[in-house]
Each structure stands twice: as C-alpha cells, then as structure tokens.
C-alpha cells in the first residue's frame, strides 16, 4: 500500500528498536509526547502505557498522536481482550518511565501488579530508564530514595531529576525537575546501542567525587568555589562505559545525573568524607576530582547573621583531608588525585602524592586560558610519587578521563598481579 505523502511520517517505523515508554503520574507527563517524538525521530518504534494519573495531567489523544499508535491504560488492560497486555506490552528492548511518580517508584520497588504499569514493569527483562519529577522534598524523603536504590539494585537506571524551575506556578526551584525530552530520547537510545568501548573495567568499583563543597557560616551563607564537576562526571561516565559499577560523590553542580551509576549528592566537606568513605569500603579505584574547601566555619551559626559595623573575623577550622585518609588504609585500591597550582609545581604535586598516599596526581593550572573551571578542556600533568611525570597536551575533559583510567586500571591490574 503507498500512503499518501502528509500521513506517512504519522506511522510507525516497520524495524528497528521496541521501546516502551510509561507515563507517571507527575505534571511533567506533558512532555511525554516530545519524548514519543523524539524517540520515534530517533528511529525507535514506541509503545505507550498513560498511568490513571497520568491522565490527569496529559490527554490520551495527544499521546496517541505522539506516538502515531494506541495508548494502553488500565481501561485497556482490564477490557476483554485475546492477549494478557501486560506481557504483550513487556516485550521490548527498553522501557522508560517519563514523569514517574513516589506512588509509580513505589509500585515498582514493592513488586506491585495492581495497575497496567507496575504490572507491565514486573514483566519487562530489558533495561528499565527511570525519569522522576517531584518536589525536592519529596525525592529526597528517605522513603523515596529507598525505592530508588532498590530499583537501582536491580540494575534499573535513573536520569535526573535535575534542579531547574518545575511544577505549576509558584512551586518554586530547585531539584525535582525533569530532564528534557531530547536528554531522555538521547539516553534511552544510548540504553539500545550495544557497549562500543572496550569492557576493560568490568567488575570494578570505581568511586568518584565531584565538585564544589560548601562550607556553611550561618544557614544562607557558605564558602566555595566554581568548580563545574565536568572533570569528575566525565570520569564516572567513562568508568560506567568500560563496564565498572560506578558510585559518584557529588558537591552542588547544575549537572544532571548520568544514567546507569548511583549518584550520592552532598553540600559539605564532611558529608563528602562520610558518603565517600562508605562508597571505598569495596572500591577498586577512588579518584578525587572534587575541589575540597580546606576550612569550614569553627563555629557555624544556626541563626542568620545580621550585618554589624566595621570589620568582621571569621574563625575557620581544617577540613579532614579525605584523600590522606584513604591513602591511610589503602589496601589494594588506585588512588588518584589533583592538584591546582597556579605554577610550576611538579615537586609539589610528587610531595603531595607522596604525602597523601596517592598512585598519582592529575595537576592542572587553572588560569591557563581554555582549562579553567568549568571549561571543557583540560591540560593536565601526570605527576607519581617519585616525581616521574608525563604532560598531557590540552585534551577534552573525557579524554583526560580516558587516560586517566587507564594509567589506573594498569596499576590494578599490576597490584592484583603482584597478589
Ligand atoms: N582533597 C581531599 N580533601 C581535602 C582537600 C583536598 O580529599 N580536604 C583532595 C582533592 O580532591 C584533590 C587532592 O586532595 O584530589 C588535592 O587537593 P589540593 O587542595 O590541591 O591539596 P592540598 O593538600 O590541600 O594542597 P594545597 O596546600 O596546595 O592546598
């Protein structure tokens, strides 16, 4: 059958990859049907489940069009039908819940079938792309991220929330926010391409900690510094590509979470020991890319401070140092680390890996035009404990990291060698 010219787009591709998209319960279901088209642009061939919820939120029509198909819902579901929908529908490459909700993560992490979704999601056997979108008071309830980290445990990803404006008018900022349409298509479909890069750290555990900590002097003032996180998230993303279970430590960066690792985010640099710490116990390689505030408020003041006359001292206290403390017990773990100067300092980033305990230290100078902080470059000197040293021409930050993993996976391998 030809069909005519205007409708052709509207139908389904004939092949390529199944994926199954479920619609949560959330405001941010409106954007459901950009992520129908943009998978379906992307070659894909969708299949759509609108929770009762979700329907509250986005129309089934506009769904349908999105997806030039049915919507299946639970009226579907509980309708006479030849098939069991759930499992007709459960057969695809990879699902994606866009705009799930506390209820749908619950559903889910406690093996519920009382609804076409959750039904649907205890059947899928192929990778599962969690999107949420809720207020940061509810992600962040100990009860929400248990469900997450269940789902996660079962190797289910997550992308986001990311912190942005979200919600109705006036519900305000912050995280919660859903990833965009095309961020969500770009990593379902990434989800469907076979691994390219070669699995060479399968297996391992890698940590990583990331950007600024903040060092609060009273509940609205803190210290820090403009550290993006770039640098550490493109390391995590390449450890999590060459197959390493990856847990990334973060200070506050405007990055979303990278799908397929467990992302811990904390403000302060003591809640950035005790998060890293916990992630070492069963590491294989901890790189500290984050930049550590060295002193905290002696005395941080549980009330605002109000503005005085003249002059103020502020009394600041050292921060642990959490890589000196990891090198302390090192066991067979790679350590890497790095070192700002705004000089020549290769004997004093050797010092510092000797001192630190360190296999090596990254230093980078970030007043060098191109590599500063937030760039997306970076021209780094490898420095080892003896003070041997390989400069690295500017390179981007995932190709630092490219390098980077591997110095360190030879040196694990080295270790694992020498018993
Ligand atoms: N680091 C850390 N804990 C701190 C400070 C730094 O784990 N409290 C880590 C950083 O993540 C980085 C490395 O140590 O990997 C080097 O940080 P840097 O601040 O350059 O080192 P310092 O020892 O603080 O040296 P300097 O005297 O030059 O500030």
Do not use: C
Request: proline share 7%; charged share 25%; no cysteine.
């Amino acid at each position: 059958m030809t069909v005519p010219a205007p409708f052709a787009s509207a139908l389904p591709p004939a092949s390529g990859p199944r994926v199954l998209v479920i619609v949560g319960g959330s405001v941010a279901a409106i954007k459901a049907p950009a992520v129908l088209r943009r998978l379906r642009e992307g070659g894909a061939q969708v299949r759509v489940i609108a929770t009762s919820a979700a329907l509250a939120f986005v129309t089934e029509l506009s769904l349908a069009t999105a997806a030039a198909g049915e919507v299946a819902t639970d009226r579907t579901w509980f309708a006479p039908r030849p098939d069991a929908q759930h499992l007709t529908l459960a057969r695809v490459d990879a699902a994606v819940v866009v705009g799930a909700s506390a209820d749908l993560l619950a559903r889910a992490a406690g093996g519920h079938a009382s609804d076409l979704a959750s039904a649907t999601l205890l059947s899928v056997r192929a990778p599962v792309l969690w999107v949420p979108a809720m207020n940061e008071q509810m992600w962040t309830h100990p009860a929400v991220q248990a469900n997450a980290e269940r789902l996660r445990g079962w190797g289910h990803r997550f992308l986001g929330p990311v912190v942005g404006a979200f919600g109705t008018a006036g519900e305000g900022a912050g995280l919660g926010r859903m990833a965009e349409p095309e961020e969500i298509a770009g990593a379902v479909l990434a989800l469907l391409d076979p691994p390219t890069s070669p699995q060479d750290l399968a297996g391992l555990h890698v940590v990583v900690s990331a950007g600024p900590t903040r060092e609060y002097l009273d509940p609205v003032r803190f210290i820090s510094n403009p550290s993006s996180g770039k640098m550490g998230f493109a390391v995590a993303e390449e450890a999590r590509d060459r197959g390493a279970r990856v847990t990334l430590v973060t200070g506050p960066v405007s990055l979303p979470d990278p799908p397929g690792l467990t992302v811990r985010r904390i403000e302060t640099a003591l809640e950035l020991r005790d998060a890293v710490k916990e992630a070492a116990r069963d590491a294989d390689i901890v790189v500290m890319t984050a930049a550590v505030a060295d002193y905290r408020a002696a005395a941080a003041q549980t009330e605002k401070q109000a503005k005085v006359a003249g002059d103020v001292t502020l009394r600041l206290t050292p921060n642990p140092d959490i890589l000196a403390e990891l090198g302390q017990e090192k066991g067979k773990r790679v350590l890497v680390g790095f070192a700002m100067e705004t000089h020549a300092g290769i004997e004093r980033a050797a010092a510092k890996a000797r001192r630190k305990n360190a296999d090596f230290i990254l230093l980078n100078y970030p007043t060098r035009e191109g590599t500063a902080f937030g760039s997306d470059d970076n021209e780094v000197t490898l420095v080892r404990p003896d003070g041997s040293h390989e400069a690295w021409p500017r390179l981007s930050k995932r190709e630092v990291a490219r390098r980077l993993l591997d110095g360190a996976r030879r040196l694990r391998r080295g270790q694992e060698a020498a018993g």
